[in-house]
Structure formats: structure tokens, C-alpha cells
Nanobody, 124 residues
């Protein structure tokens, strides 16, 4: 059984940086694709950035500000977030599945495994 633990959230002012971590355990073949989602108050959950081998997927609003990376030795996927904006305020979740599928990389119903979420709050 795959288990994911999110961490690294916090409260800070606009322009700051945070690094979120998604620590994984369980069968590696079941978690080749990892995507960070977020859910802001009153809004639907949306995909932010994903990683699948050498492939990277991202939402346009975070391009150039967020970077996803993976440390295989640590079984951890990171989301480095720079130049944070108030609109980045949300609960961030990592999710995993066997493979990312092109344009459907952020389709939530495809993901079997989810972290518990970590709150990020950005003030102006």
C-alpha cells in the first residue's frame, strides 16, 4: 500500500519561498507519477505541477515560479515555490499513481493515493 505524507506548508508574505515535501512509502511501481494539487477556499481542487520520469507537467499560472523535483534515494518529491502570491494560498496535496497520461496528468479521479495536505497561506 502506498502512503504519502505532505509537509512544508506555512504562512508568509508575498514574494517569499517555500519547499513542500511529499514523502512516499510502499511499492514504487504504483507511484511513478506524482502530482501536486491545491485547493483554495471556495474553489475546486486543481493540478499544479507533476513529475513522471523525465516528464514535467505544470499549470500555466505557476510557470517559472514553481519547480517539481524528485529524490529517489529519499522517496520524496519536492515542490519548490518561489515568488509566492496571495492567490497561491491553498491546501496543497500530493497524489500518486502508476503513470501520468499526457493531457490528463491532473485528472483527480485517476489518482489512487493522496497525502493529507499541507496549508500554505500567503499574505500581501
Amino acid at each position: 500500500q502506498v502512503q504519502l505524507v505532505d509537509s512544508g506548508g506555512g504562512s508568509l508574505q508575498a514574494g517569499g519561498s517555500l519547499r513542500l515535501s511529499c514523502a512516499a512509502s510502499g511499492p514504487t511501481d504504483s507511484r511513478n507519477c506524482v502530482v501536486w494539487f491545491r485547493q483554495a477556499p471556495g474553489r475546486d481542487r486543481e493540478g499544479v505541477e507533476g513529475i513522471y520520469g523525465r516528464e514535467r507537467y505544470y499549470q500555466a499560472s505557476v510557470q517559472g515560479r514553481f519547480t517539481i523535483s524528485e529524490d529517489h534515494a529519499m522517496n520524496t518529491v519536492y515542490l519548490q515555490k518561489d515568488n509566492l502570491k496571495p492567490e497561491d494560498t491553498a491546501i496543497y496535496y500530493c497524489a500518486a499513481r502508476i503513470a501520468c497520461i499526457g493531457d490528463y496528468w491532473a485528472r483527480q479521479e485517476n489518482f489512487s493515493y493522496w497525502g493529507q495536505g499541507t496549508q500554505v497561506s500567503i499574505s500581501s
